[in-house]
């Protein structure tokens, strides 16, 4: 299966439909009056469907076992049509839109074989997915596309050359992925005064967007909360606690780093773990959604 776990769960619908599609008003009747033979053709296909919905990942090979929250089967006839809606809901990592289809298929197949002594035409049509929402493509940001980003890496090995920055560079991979443009790129010490430099010259050439990586765990040499917290103008307590979330649930020592998210003037400030999977792990918890703060924030500025 494909892999899901950098993604994040966000409330996922669905809608699905079949048409089941009759040869006479006759059949139409049977099922409207409850004389159909095998017994109530909507109520047991909706059941029908309920256990096809669930049973989706255990027929399809690449579809993943989820949670489905809501399953909700409607019908609507119009002449010797009859249209099967399913709509699926989940909070998960991934979308619900086989599963919707699976159920409407499901239903429409429970209708045939319920409705075949009465009716040898029955044909079934237009399995198809009407509408999802949820995903990413849903809180991807559309309006800002001139956002310019400053990455620097805090790290005294790095600044001496005694290894190599993967954090930065996939911080930069990420930001890029995002459609944000690289300002610049630099490697500095972890003293705080250079910190604070950094963050006021970006800020001055504007930059949108200044992320620093390194420095936020509780070695004696790591400064950066300490140098960035003082020059915030507020604090995003949300950004901060989505980073922790997402990383605890990953590895239990993620509990331990102090990430911090700010505006500085008509900046974004965010201070990342510097370890490459704490870098890479914090950009899959807010990005691209975080993006969505440039819709308001210095909006005035870019009119």
Known sequence: MVDITYKINTLRVATAQAIVKVSKQETIDAIQNSTVPKGDV???????????????????????????????????????????????????????????????SIVALNMYDMLKPLDKDIEIHQVKLLGKKGGKSDYTDRFRKDIKAAVVVCSDTIFKGDKEDKAGKAII??????????????????EQDLIREKLRNYQSQGADLI??????????????????????????????????????????????????????????VLALPGSTNGAKESM????????????????????
């Open 284 to 303: 899959d918890a807010i990005f691209p959604f975080v993006l969505h703060l440039f819709r308001i924030f210095k909006g005035a500025r870019h009119d």
């Open 173 to 190: 991979s990420r930001l890029e992925a995002c459609n944000v443009g690289i300002q610049d790129y630099t490697v500095i010490p972890d």
């Open 42 to 104: 909507f109520s047991m296909s909706k059941a029908a469907g309920l256990l096809g919905v669930k049973k989706t990942p255990e027929l399809l090979p690449d579809c993943h076992p989820m949670p489905i929250e809501f399953t909700g089967i409607d019908y609507e006839i119009s002449g010797l049509e009859i249209t099967v809606l399913c709509t699926v809901k989940t909070i998960y990592k991934t979308g619900v839109e086989v599963e919707a289809m699976h159920g409407a």
């Open 211 to 268: 992320i620093f990586t390194g420095g936020t765990g509780l070695s004696i040499r790591d400064v950066t909360p300490e140098a960035l917290s003082s020059m915030l103008d507020r604090r995003i307590p949300g950004i901060e606690e989505a980073i922790r979330s997402y990383g605890q649930n990953r590895m239990p020592y993620a509990m331990l780093s102090r990430s911090v998210a700010g505006t500085y003037k008509d900046s974004l």
